[in-house]
């Protein structure tokens, strides 16, 4: 990304939210801080929350590590993790942990004793180091058996819930049959489930623990220089090769490795699907590229349906008007619906409509810029370190928790969106707020923070997940979450047009780049066909799509809607409608699915208008003409959307067999607009 560091906007203070808690270690960077990290219970109020770091619950509380194997509640409105107290490990009086280190894939906790514990996402063993102390092991369970091996450095616990596990130690330990230890222990323990009473077959399982258990992980670190590669690496102590374990997302997208590298029958549930196992300490994912448009894939195939287009385009051009909220949410969405307008002039060729358009962005997005807009703006606070609004500075609540770091990526992929295109029309104006715009588009998108850098890597993107985060700085007992894909998809496809505009090759690779894993997990996680073996078929039977996805749970009600209303269930993961929509609901056999378990929904009284919108939009993929008229008929749209980008959807859809070259040509189509 090119060389802009620091922040060109004012500095605030945050009331909205306090100072960062004191469970950040003094040797790590006091500002910029991660505000959507998937750890980031550990340094929330108490931090005593538990986190799912595949495939365990983890809890520090009281100076202790508590590790659980969580069984899996499913019915048709949500699938759940819940934490039980399997593993109790401390080392010292009690007290509150140090978050010592934290990387893309890992996080270390220093608890009392010392004990150092780093965890690191998807390793089938929990370690601690433990600096020399009296340890102490406990559960809530009934102890069966403890069984030890080659010379007190193995042992096999088995509780009366089914579950079986393997404690190895660098240097003998005596555990009793109670769990007590004899005598004092320096060294490293590493502890890994064998077996619960879902899963009994395993003597191979207790083979494999044994091969890998003296390689740990400390730490890792991601690499993202070449754009849709993802490079893994961990740092490891111990001897032998490390074994860690793979999402489903993972598997897709991983270059092939040998034979003798994957232990397909070695893996774990977990909310995500099967984690198989990989043996080695770098893995390299390739994504497949995607196109980064301004306009749509295919064009329009008709003169008429041009027409169409043109005669809804001249009417919401008309009708602009000034945006009337000062919610940086809503505010960004009215822009970007404006914005599309532009593009869609360009690609129907109405030049005579543009500088109208041109004209009302920048009167639009100008005020937010140059610190002028009354009653919100943007501001940078400097306790955590990012950019937030006037009002979310003073309420938690306003602009959907701005000002506590929640969904920063929706409000400020709108705005990023609107400004490119304004940037695309109006270069001098792109080359005069240049500071600013690369102040919004890095606060959710810098991937090297250094010396002069304000804020942290990817904000809310999770490099392990292969999705963002939406939840900032606010405790869940199930950890982070995110609604709506859709609106990440668009922030990162934003920032790549962005990057278009200035030039910027770095920030094109990496926002499109992010917007195709996004879209991956997406269609891995949030899109649930009839076919999904990613949940159970209780769920599934009852669920076409994800309303919120948890990292410890999986939801059917969304933030502002109960789940029957499942045309907002639909809208929420499509808006806004961009071209790169198409891509993300490329597969035309899940959207008939979607949209037929959505149609009944219609029905009820007070069903929005936009929201009606949305499903249409969908079902135009499959049954053209049927949309089309229902499209027509609407009195209505989202605050978001038009009948022009609706319209603009459904005429430049092509074909099976249709290409670019078929497309209506955009000299030809210049006369509509005279």
Not at 95 to 115: A, I, M, Q, R
Request: net charge neutral; proline share 5%; hydrophobic share 40%.
């Amino acid at each position: 990304m090119q060389a802009i560091t620091g922040n060109a906007f004012p500095t605030v203070v945050n009331t909205a939210i306090p100072d960062p808690p004191p469970f950040f270690a003094q040797n790590l960077p006091t500002r910029p801080l991660p505000t959507n990290a998937a750890w980031q219970n550990f340094v929330l109020k108490k931090a005593d929350q538990p986190e799912y770091i595949h495939p365990y619950l983890v809890q520090s509380k009281h100076g202790a590590l508590t590790v659980c194997y969580p069984a899996r509640a499913v019915n048709t409105a949500f699938i759940f993790q819940a934490f039980v107290a399997n593993f109790i490990i401390s080392c010292g009086p009690s007290g509150s942990h140090k978050l010592t280190h934290f990387d893309d894939l890992s996080v270390t906790l220093e608890l009392p004793g010392p004990l150092m514990v780093p965890l690191v996402r998807g390793s089938p063993y929990i370690t601690c180091i433990v600096k020399g102390g009296h340890l102490k092991f406990s559960t809530i369970h009934a102890v069966l058996d403890v069984s030890s091996f080659n010379d007190c450095t193995k042992h096999k616990i088995q509780f009366n819930n089914g579950q079986t596990w393997l404690l190895y130690s660098s240097a003998p330990l005596k555990l009793n049959s109670d769990l007590s230890v004899s005598g004092e222990f320096l060294g490293v323990l590493r502890l890994a489930l064998l077996s619960d009473k879902v899963n009994q077959v395993a003597d191979k399982k207790e083979r494999v623990l044994d091969r890998f258990s003296t390689c740990y992980p400390i730490s890792a670190h991601v690499d993202l220089t070449t754009p849709f590669r993802i490079s893994y690496k961990w740092k490891t102590r111990g001897w032998g090769d490390l074994l860690m374990l793979s999402h489903s997302v993972h598997r897709q997208i991983m270059t092939v490795p040998g034979h003798d590298k994957v232990i397909s029958e070695f893996s774990y549930r977990s909310m995500d699907g099967d984690l198989v196992a990989i043996v080695g300490d770098s893995w390299v994912l390739e994504e497949t590229p995607i196109p980064i448009n301004w306009y749509s894939i295919k064009g329009f195939q008709s003169h008429n349906e041009m027409q169409t287009v043109v005669s809804a385009l001249k009417k919401d051009v008309a009708d602009l008007n000034p945006i009337k909220t000062t919610s940086s949410y809503f505010y960004g969405k009215a822009i970007a619906r404006a914005a599309r307008l532009a593009l869609i002039a360009e690609e129907t060729h109405c030049h005579s409509l543009i500088p109208h358009i041109r004209d009302f962005l920048q009167q639009s997005i100008t005020p937010w810029l140059d610190g002028t807009f009354e009653g919100n703006g943007f501001l940078y606070d400097d306790k955590w370190g990012g950019l937030i609004s006037r009002n979310g500075a003073q309420d938690s609540g306003a602009d959907f928790g701005l000002g506590v770091y929640n969904d920063h990526h929706y409000h400020f992929g709108y705005f990023c969106y609107a400004i490119a295109v304004l940037g695309k029309l109006d270069h001098n104006w792109a080359r005069r707020f240049k500071p600013q715009v690369y102040s919004i588009v890095k606060d959710f998108m810098t991937v090297n923070p250094g010396e002069g850098v304000v804020y942290p890597r990817l904000r809310n993107f999770d490099l392990w997940k292969l999705h963002s985060w939406a939840g900032g700085l606010t405790e869940f007992a199930d950890g982070r979450n995110q609604e709506s894909t859709s609106e990440a998809l668009n922030a990162y496809y934003s920032a790549a047009l962005l990057g278009l505009v200035y030039g910027d090759t770095d920030l094109i690779g990496i926002g499109s780049t992010m917007a195709a894993l996004e879209m991956r997990s997406a269609k891995a996680w949030w899109h649930v066909p009839l076919n999904s073996t990613v949940y159970e078929s209780e769920f599934v039977q009852e669920n076409r799509i994800m309303s919120i996805l948890w990292a410890n749970k999986r939801d059917s009600g969304l933030w502002f809607a109960p789940a029957q209303w499942r045309e907002c269930r639909l809208g929420i993961q499509l808006l806004p409608i961009l071209p790169i929509t198409e891509l993300l609901f490329s597969d035309v056999g899940y959207v008939k699915e979607l949209v037929e378990w959505t149609v009944p929904a219609l029905s009820r009284e007070g069903v929005g208008e936009g929201w009606k919108g949305f499903v249409y939009a969908l079902e135009s993929l499959y049954d053209k003409d049927s949309a089309l008229q229902k499209i027509k008929a609407l009195k209505g749209h989202d605050d978001g959307n038009s009948l022009t980008n609706l319209l603009w959807w459904i005429y430049t859809r092509g074909t099976d067999d249709s290409d670019c070259s078929c497309s209506y040509s955009m000299k030809e189509s210049s006369r509509y607009c005279s």
